[in-house]
Nanobody, 121 residues
Framework: QVQLVESGGGLVQPGGSLRLSCAAS????????MGWFRQAPGKQRELVAL???????TYADSVKGRFTISRDYAKNTVYLDVNSPEPEDTAVYYC???????????????WGQGTHVTVSS
């Protein structure tokens, strides 16, 4: 069973910073993409950032220039550096990964249980 475990969330003031981390473990053959989604109260879950093998990245327009995604391939870990957060960034942040668990086998999506980020003065 593949598991994704997030950490690093908490309360942060506007203008502060946080680093979220997500480590994948279990039966893993290959990780193709890792990323972060978030869901605020009363809203749909939305993409925040993705990073693919090779380092290409995708960001939501709302976080470009403020958030940075990175990946440690040796540790099967993805990070999200949350800089200059705004109240609108308050949400539960979920780690996501596209993983091939077995060979042969399909690519499958896996999700972490989420970590809370609250932006408030």
């Amino acid at each position: 069973q593949v598991q994704l475990v997030e950490s690093g969330g908490g309360l942060v003031q506007p203008g502060g910073s946080l680093r979220l981390s997500c480590a994948a473990s279990g039966s893993i053959s290959y990780i193709y993409k890792m990323g972060w989604f978030r869901q605020a109260p009363g809203k749909q879950r939305e993409l925040v950032a993705l990073i693919a093998t090779g380092g290409s990245t995708t960001y939501a327009d709302s976080v470009k220039g403020r958030f940075t995604i990175s990946r440690d391939y040796a540790k099967n870990t993805v990070y999200l550096d949350v800089n200059s957060p705004e109240p609108e960034d308050t949400a539960v942040y979920y780690c996501n990964a596209e993983i091939r668990s077995q060979i042969p086998g399909p690519r499958s999506q896996y999700w972490g249980q989420g970590t809370h980020v609250t932006v408030s003065s």
